[in-house]
């Protein structure tokens, strides 16, 4: 399986290369022209290697369809037509088949579609249209997903994943080195850290996942992996085991126990928590944690080592025939409707209009909306078999989610050929065979060769 994905990946970079070059020797993807349908409404082809949240995107189409006149949506998921499916998206991004609108996912290398120009500056739609205005929505989340002051994705909706600890035992300072990581885990050598069947390589997994995109300039195509952070960040994850015993998963007690864990400060932080709503923060502090927490981030992330977790991304191609289209479907997703439909759904996430925002933190002093009984509730907590209420939000709790959100600088980044490098060649550190420096020294090299390779 992995071999599959690498090797489509490969063939990614070298579709990406072939493409046609325009002036000045800036490379160009082919010209494609629009298809109608048979009642005359011009076609928005939308592409997608996998839809994750099917559900909203395949009603937002139909809705989008049934009352629009000059337009219809066609979704092609390439995973369902094809059997090497990044394969043939990235052929016929680069080979006149391109989409209108590309579902992004983090698989995807979305660094050389950035570097090539293949996106469209989405910053010039919405200064064009009469209904909405930067102002209106979250500064934090349109800087993630800028490239050289364009505004290259749109994300509807996102949540926050970061790492969380007792600020009684890591203290109040958000924004951890990997070297802040290594130092409490001196400290406090009898605790655990993020979770009891944490190894080597899952360690690395999570933090990498969050964390690599620090060490790429997207705009120079350099990176800085062969620096004291990355391999401070290498010796952080050689600190856990090779592997779990088996014996540890046939607890049934196991999900509890790290809850007792957590309470009681035994597992000295947490990673992978994933804030969903302002509500979130009573239940950490005065339910799973029972004191007050800090937001500690992931080494390296930058800004308050949280990182935005996107709901969905959506890209216009540049070359696309058929802009207008793509953003008349497109702009449905930053709407007052859909963005205040986000703050009930079931599937809840931070909307990125302010309005919206505002009303889901007022909601949470009201409690936490329950999609069964149509109603706010003061949040409840199973704390160990006795149920305890949480209390209501307060603005002071609201100002801290916001705090978060507005200082969140880290994305999601997973370019499978990096990532595949980094694992490969930190597996030889892991193993005893070559030092953390000596093991960084070589990713550098092998990851600047992609970069170089993939502008």
Not at 200 to 226: M, V
């Amino acid at each position: 399986m992995y071999k599959k994905i690498f090797a489509a990946f490969t063939a990614a970079v070298l579709c990406l290369g072939i493409s046609s070059c325009g002036k000045n020797g800036k490379e160009q993807v082919l010209e494609v022209t629009a298809a109608t349908t048979a009642d005359g409404k011009k076609i928005i082809k939308m592409y997608a290697w996998r839809v994750v949240n099917d559900k909203q995107l395949y009603d937002c189409i139909n809705d989008f369809n049934r009352i629009n006149a000059d337009y219809r949506v066609e979704l092609t998921e390439y995973i369902n037509e094809y059997d090497d499916p990044l394969i043939r998206l990235n052929t016929d991004i680069t080979t006149g088949n391109a989409p209108d609108i590309l579902v992004v996912s983090r698989e995807m290398p979305i660094d050389s579609y950035l570097n090539k120009g293949l996106f469209a500056d989405l910053y010039e739609f919405i200064d064009d249209d009469p209904d909405m205005e930067r102002k209106d929505f979250l500064a934090s989340i349109f800087k993630a997903y800028e490239n050289d002051g364009k505004l290259c994705e749109l994300v509807p909706q996102f949540s926050i994943d970061t790492v969380v600890g007792k600020a009684s035992l890591v203290g109040d300072k958000r924004g951890r080195t990997a070297e802040d990581f290594v130092k409490l885990a001196e400290t406090y050598p009898d605790k655990k850290m993020m979770n009891g069947y944490t190894t080597k390589s899952s360690a690395l997994d999570t933090l990498i996942r969050y964390s690599y995109g620090s060490f790429i300039d997207k705009n120079s195509g350099e990176c800085s992996f062969d620096g004291e952070e990355f391999a401070a960040l290498l010796k952080f994850c050689d600190r856990f085991p090779f592997e779990i015993s088996e014996d540890y998963f046939e607890n049934e007690n196991l999900y509890y126990d790290e809850f007792y864990e957590l309470f009681n400060g035994d597992i000295l932080f947490y990673s992978g928590y994933n804030i969903i709503g302002f509500t979130d923060l009573r239940r950490i502090e005065n339910g799973i944690f029972g004191e007050p927490v800090t937001f500690m981030g992931y080494p390296g992330a930058g800004g308050n080592g949280s990182v935005i977790k996107p709901g969905a991304e959506y890209a216009i191609l540049d070359n696309s025939p058929n802009k207008e289209g793509a953003w008349a479907f497109l702009r449905n997703f930053y709407t007052d409707e859909y963005q205040d439909g986000i703050i009930d759904s079931p599937f809840l996430e931070f909307p990125v209009r302010l309005s919206s925002l505002e009303v889901m933190a007022e909601n949470a002093k009201r409690g936490r909306y329950s999609a069964l009984e149509k109603e706010y509730e003061e949040p409840k907590w199973n704390q160990f078999g006795k149920e305890i209420k949480l209390g209501l939000n307060t603005d002071e709790d609201n100002r801290r989610i916001y705090d978060l959100i507005n200082s969140a600088a880290g994305t999601m980044e997973n370019d499978y050929y990096i990532y595949k490098i980094i694992t490969d060649e930190s597996a030889a550190y892991f193993a005893g065979q070559k030092s953390a420096e000596e093991a960084a020294a070589i990713i550098q090299n092998r990851v600047q060769n992609y970069l170089d390779e993939s502008r």
